[in-house]
């Protein structure tokens, strides 16, 4: 029997905006590798599509800070930095705990009792459920509290800089903190629940790890990730 889904659905896409997913997620998985150059002629025929749609969504991906343009040569995968995913994830905890704040003061019974339904299913245990699923439901609940504070701006800044600190966080997720950060999201959704925008904030700041040897470990981690050799395909 299939698994009911928990996440609902992507709307329809056109053409130009799956193409932009599609290499986004490229991006995020780092299939595309740190400073690697982008084949435009080959990735057009990966995704069979024309190199308009695709060009368009490369100039998307660099301006949202995925790839880097140097002119005269093409699109280049951008490295992980340090810096800058220690600057991504302060940025990351500004925007939750301002979130926070303003759920507590905006969110409706209806979205508070959705939100905690989501939680009820996802906290649950299930050893079938991969890192990526786990890092997946993780961002859902963080991106349903950010809606409930009703500002689609800040809700769209959150949802852009949890998509480029993506892959990190999968290799945060593998060191088992999710037990605790479960009972933190429910804890943060009680306080907004009660309208306590003051305890909303401050449990936020304790959930969000923006310690830099924390990020600077998964960031070494990620790089080994990305460069471990793959399983040879084996002859058909």
Known sequence: MQ???????????????RVYVQVRDLAIRFELRPGDRINEVELARRLEVSRTPLREALNRLTSDGFLDFKPGRGFFRRDLEVKQIVDLYEMRLKLEVASAELAAERATPEGIAELRAFLEVSRQEDPSRSVEDLVALDEHFHDQLARLS??????????GVNARIRFVRWIAMESGRRPYTQAEHVAILDAVAA????RARQLMMRHIDTRQEAIT??????YAMIYMPRPATAPN
């Open 150 to 159: 009703g500002n689609g701006e800040l809700t769209a800044m959150l949802q």
């Open 3 to 17: 698994k009911a889904k928990i996440i609902p659905d992507e709307p329809v896409q056109s053409n130009v905006e």
């Open 195 to 198: 309208g306590d925008g003051e």
């Open 217 to 222: 470990h998964a960031i070494r981690e990620s």
